[in-house]
């Protein structure tokens, strides 16, 4: 296999031409809003390395970060389950008794931490997607499972997932820079919580060499989503390793490298002291000399986690002729309405990344305050469908609880928004899932109140008696 290898010089040229280009455009140095972060240099910030030592990883780290951050009083929210919360105290205690019964441990960059609005926390969309509020709880959905997306049962070997005919995806590793409460992967993704035992796919050769030899012997497999956790974790020999072995597959035709890093830690992608990139860019044109499709794909929610860094990124990407598509969720209170919506997908398309898929939030423990009923997704896109110009305009899809794959939203067979229960078929999965009749379930209302028709499902009845026995306990 033949790779060229981009110069340390040419990445430091990128590189100073991000800190020049930002110099000469007077952009912000947003990261100075946090008051522990006031003095932190441009060229400090820009650093992965710097990103990487100062990520907030344990709950200590966030009491201290969020001690040193936020003002002593705090703004109020427009969610009534807050309105206690009026102090710095207030909140830290709530978010660490958040984060107790989260399915998820908590890791977040400079960067993401920096685009959140300190001074108005409570209803601040980025917050809402990493940093848990006890208060904000809502129990869970009763046919909610840790695995609603069934992977671990469709999985060929630990770690590939074999759902579509020709298409798996390949779960490298198990970490993240950044850990998102709404994780599908919760069952496996990133440390043990108090509440889940996590069944973790560690970057190990033997496991991989399992993964590669189904791969290898299955033909019928052209593509290939390299995931996690996130191929961010993934060592720059590891992405060569990985590409140059799916690249040698003859019937490997494409595969993507799955990485919300670009969100969380842009700046990496110009770092001159860093090679994931170039190791990147290194496979995709082998690819190209192959006559095969690599590219990456990404995980932007909100239009605030968008910088002048992000922009540089990307544009440094792009000239690179990569090929970068992004894939939202969508989450109530960050990004469920027309115009945050519309405003993410016009912000991707300038930034030359491709709106690929909006999904409905999967069933995941611990996030029911998260979660919107599908009306909600089928009315965005209705909406927004002749607003945009239709090849930047994403498929809308529900993730099936199941494993029956994904499907547009708009293609259910019954949806009763009273029950909140909607129907759909995957006809071209394999075997018995073909005939199979998949159940999404909307979230049930937060305030208990039944809709008309909810009070008869049984579902509903369940859930209250849950309900009824959280607040007991
Ligand atoms: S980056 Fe992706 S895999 Fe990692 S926690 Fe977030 S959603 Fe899960």
Same mark, same amino acid.
């Given at each position: 296999?033949?790779?060229?290898?981009?110069?340390?010089?040419?990445?430091?040229?990128?590189?100073? *031409?991000?800190?020049?280009?930002?110099?000469?455009?007077?952009?912000?140095?947003?990261?100075?809003?946090?008051?522990?972060?006031?003095?932190?240099?441009?060229?400090?910030?820009?650093?992965?390395?710097?990103?990487?030592?100062?990520?907030?990883?344990?709950?200590?780290?966030? *009491?201290?970060?969020?001690? %040193?951050?936020?003002?002593?009083?705090?703004?109020?929210?427009?969610?009534?389950?807050?309105?206690?919360?009026? $102090?710095?105290?207030?909140?830290?205690?709530?978010?660490?008794?958040?984060?107790?019964?989260?399915?998820?441990?908590?890791?977040?960059?400079?960067?993401?931490?920096?685009?959140?609005?300190?001074?108005?926390?409570?209803?601040?969309?980025?917050?809402?997607?990493?940093?848990?509020?006890?208060?904000?709880?809502?129990?869970?959905?009763? #046919?909610?499972?840790?695995?609603?997306?069934?992977?671990?049962?469709?999985?060929?070997?630990?770690?590939?997932?074999? #759902?579509?005919?020709?298409?798996?995806?390949?779960?490298?590793?198990?970490?993240?820079?950044?850990?998102?409460?709404?994780?599908?992967?919760?069952?496996?993704?990133?440390?043990?919580?108090?509440?889940?035992?996590?069944?973790?796919?560690?970057? $190990?050769?033997?496991?991989?060499?399992?993964?590669?030899?189904?791969?290898?012997?299955?033909?019928?497999?052209?593509?290939?989503?390299?995931?996690?956790?996130? %191929?961010?974790?993934?060592?720059?020999?590891?992405?060569?390793?990985?590409?140059?072995?799916?690249?040698?597959?003859?019937?490997?035709?494409?595969?993507?490298?799955?990485?919300?890093?670009?969100?969380?830690?842009?700046?990496?992608?110009?770092?001159?002291?860093?090679?994931?990139?170039?190791?990147?860019?290194?496979?995709?044109?082998?690819?190209?000399?192959?006559?095969?499709?690599?590219?990456?794909?990404?995980?932007?929610?909100?239009?605030?986690?968008?910088?002048?860094?992000?922009?540089?990124?990307?544009?440094?990407?792009?000239?690179?002729?990569?090929?970068?598509?992004?894939?939202?969720?969508?989450?109530?209170?960050?990004?469920?309405?027309?115009?945050?919506?519309?405003?993410?997908?016009?912000?991707? %398309?300038?930034?030359?990344?491709?709106?690929?898929?909006?999904?409905?939030?999967?069933?995941?423990?611990?996030?029911?305050?998260?979660?919107?009923?599908?009306?909600?997704?089928?009315?965005?896109?209705?909406?927004?469908?002749?607003?945009?110009?239709?090849?930047?305009?994403?498929?809308?899809?529900?993730?099936?609880?199941?494993?029956?794959?994904?499907?547009?939203?708009?293609?259910?067979?019954?949806?009763?928004?009273?029950?909140?229960?909607?129907?759909?078929?995957?006809?071209?999965?394999?075997?018995?899932?073909?005939?199979?009749?998949?159940?999404?379930?909307?979230?049930?209302?937060?305030?208990?109140?039944?809709?008309?028709?909810?009070?008869?499902?049984?579902?509903?009845? $369940?859930?209250?008696?849950?309900?009824?026995?959280?607040?007991?306990?």
């Amino acid at each position: 296999m033949r790779f060229q290898f981009s110069s340390s010089r040419f990445l430091g040229n990128q590189f100073r *031409s991000l800190t020049n280009n930002a110099q000469s455009l007077a952009q912000d140095p947003y990261w100075q809003k946090v008051p522990q972060w006031e003095n932190i240099t441009r060229e400090d910030f820009l650093s992965y390395r710097w990103q990487l030592a100062n990520t907030v990883s344990n709950t200590e780290k966030l *009491s201290k970060f969020l001690s %040193a951050a936020l003002p002593q009083t705090v703004f109020p929210s427009s969610d009534p389950r807050l309105e206690h919360i009026k $102090s710095k105290d207030d909140f830290v205690a709530d978010a660490l008794g958040g984060l107790s019964t989260a399915p998820m441990a908590i890791r977040l960059t400079p960067h993401i931490l920096s685009v959140i609005d300190w001074s108005r926390p409570l209803d601040d969309p980025i917050r809402r997607q990493f940093i848990p509020l006890k208060s904000a709880f809502v129990p869970d959905h009763p #046919r909610l499972t840790l695995d609603s997306l069934h992977e671990k049962a469709d999985s060929a070997v630990p770690g590939l997932v074999h #759902r579509y005919p020709d298409k798996a995806l390949f779960l490298a590793t198990s970490i993240c820079p950044v850990y998102c409460r709404f994780c599908t992967r919760s069952y496996a993704v990133g440390g043990n919580t108090d509440t889940v035992s996590k069944t973790p796919q560690k970057p $190990s050769r033997k496991r991989w060499e399992a993964v590669f030899n189904h791969i290898e012997h299955n033909a019928a497999i052209q593509d290939i989503v390299v995931s996690g956790g996130d %191929a961010y974790y993934l060592q720059p020999e590891d992405i060569k390793e990985i590409g140059a072995r799916l690249l040698s597959i003859p019937h490997i035709r494409r595969f993507r490298f799955a990485t919300k890093g670009l969100v969380v830690a842009p700046s990496r992608t110009c770092d001159p002291n860093d090679t994931w990139t170039s190791a990147l860019i290194d496979v995709t044109n082998e690819g190209r000399r192959l006559g095969k499709h690599v590219c990456l794909h990404t995980h932007f929610n909100h239009p605030n986690e968008i910088t002048w860094v992000t922009r540089e990124a990307t544009n440094d990407l792009f000239k690179k002729g990569l090929v970068v598509r992004n894939q939202s969720v969508l989450l109530k209170g960050v990004n469920d309405d027309v115009e945050t919506m519309g405003r993410l997908i016009r912000e991707l %398309a300038d930034m030359n990344i491709q709106p690929y898929y909006v999904y409905q939030c999967d069933l995941v423990r611990g996030i029911e305050d998260l979660r919107t009923p599908l009306r909600t997704i089928l009315d965005i896109e209705q909406r927004l469908r002749g607003t945009i110009a239709g090849f930047m305009m994403p498929s809308f899809v529900v993730d099936l609880p199941g494993g029956g794959g994904k499907r547009l939203a708009a293609t259910y067979e019954m949806y009763n928004p009273q029950t909140g229960v909607s129907t759909f078929r995957a006809p071209g999965l394999m075997g018995e899932k073909a005939g199979k009749v998949y159940e999404y379930y909307d979230p049930f209302p937060t305030n208990g109140v039944a809709a008309v028709g909810m009070e008869e499902s049984e579902s509903f009845n $369940s859930w209250k008696a849950h309900v009824g026995q959280v607040a007991a306990n």
